[in-house]
């Protein structure tokens, strides 16, 4: 008979079919979405593990991209028309009703499953994790970024070109935001129509792959625990919508800080197996270098090539 405490993967190419094909694209806040989580959780429960779900709700990337694209191209219009000496406020004011606006947005129901396997006397923490909602073909702009980006220069052009008219040294002020806006709108409009993405997809390996070895990882583990060590198992839903579930699990704190968090995300294509060191432009965030080596060691024994990448946002 098979060692049943093996990593099977017949086993997880089963979850991928289930996942991308059976149940078939998984957007968050759709039924796609909740019925893989449904079947995550019945999975989890089959191997005995103590299974929660926690709920959050969130605003759609789509949505936000629309009403952002639209706030930036009204302001613009308007810093043009309104007096100069108004344009600082409109900004200001486009910014406040940005962040008001969000809230009131309509929002979509998504969730985390967590699963855990106690330790008698628990040393050691490790989580492994990976998104189970699927990709929307959308134009990927980091919508917080991007205004983050944005603002701020457009702040300091707006108070330049206002310094400048004061002193009567440029042409006509709507003239400077008529060419300024050339430049603009078609980002605006390119933000705009990229909110309409339709194509949408199953999501076989971003992430259904990072799903199943999760999936098959907790099966054999449960049947033969490692000792002294809490594990967690988790599957975020809204990953493709700006990380939504990871930052919901984050802010209610449930993982103590010593917690080794292994996230795997597309692991299902190439012979290359790439450990992300941090992310940020400015490089602030940054993965144990530690746990990279140790990831980097057991890649190479396991036949594939281990590459280190940064992401940038
Ligand atoms: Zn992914």
């Known amino acids: 008979m098979k060692n049943m405490t093996e990593f099977e993967p017949r086993n997880a190419f089963e979850h991928i079919d289930k996942l991308a094909y059976e149940i078939g694209p998984r957007l968050a806040g759709t039924r796609g979405e909740r019925a893989a989580s449904e079947y995550i959780k019945g999975e989890f429960e089959r191997y005995g593990l103590k299974t929660q779900v926690q709920e959050f709700r969130f605003v759609s990337r789509s949505a936000k991209l629309k009403v952002t694209s639209v706030l930036f191209a009204a302001v613009f219009i308007a810093v043009a028309l309104l007096p100069p000496e108004f344009s600082i406020v409109a900004w200001l004011g486009a910014l406040g009703l940005w962040r008001m606006l969000e809230k009131v947005m309509p929002k979509h129901s998504s969730q985390n499953i967590i699963a855990t396997l106690k330790a008698q006397k628990p040393e050691k923490r490790v989580a492994v994790t990976a998104h189970y909602d699927s990709a929307q073909c959308l134009v990927n702009y980091k919508v917080h970024l991007v205004v983050k980006l944005m603002f701020l220069p457009l702040l300091a052009v707006n108070s330049i070109i206002l310094t400048l008219h004061s002193l009567e040294l440029i042409p006509a002020w709507p003239m400077v935001w008529v060419g300024l806006a050339l430049v603009f709108l078609p980002v605006c409009a390119g933000m705009f129509a990229g909110g309409y993405g339709r194509k949408v997809s199953p999501g076989a390996n971003d992430n259904a792959s990072g799903v199943a070895v999760t999936l098959e990882v907790a099966r054999v583990l449960s049947e033969s625990p490692p000792e002294n060590t809490e594990l967690k198992f988790i599957t975020f839903g809204a990953e493709e919508q700006g990380m939504i579930g990871a930052k919901n699990l984050a802010s209610k704190k449930l993982l103590p800080p ?28 940054r993965t144990s270098h530690l746990a990279n080596r140790a990831l980097a060691e057991s890649i190479r024994q396991s036949g594939l090539e281990p590459r280190f990448m940064w992401a940038p946002v």
Do not use: M
């Open 258 to 285: 010593d917690t080794v968090v292994l996230n795997l995300d597309t692991v299902g294509v190439g012979s290359q197996a790439y450990i992300v060191e941090g992310n940020g432009i400015l490089r602030k965030t």
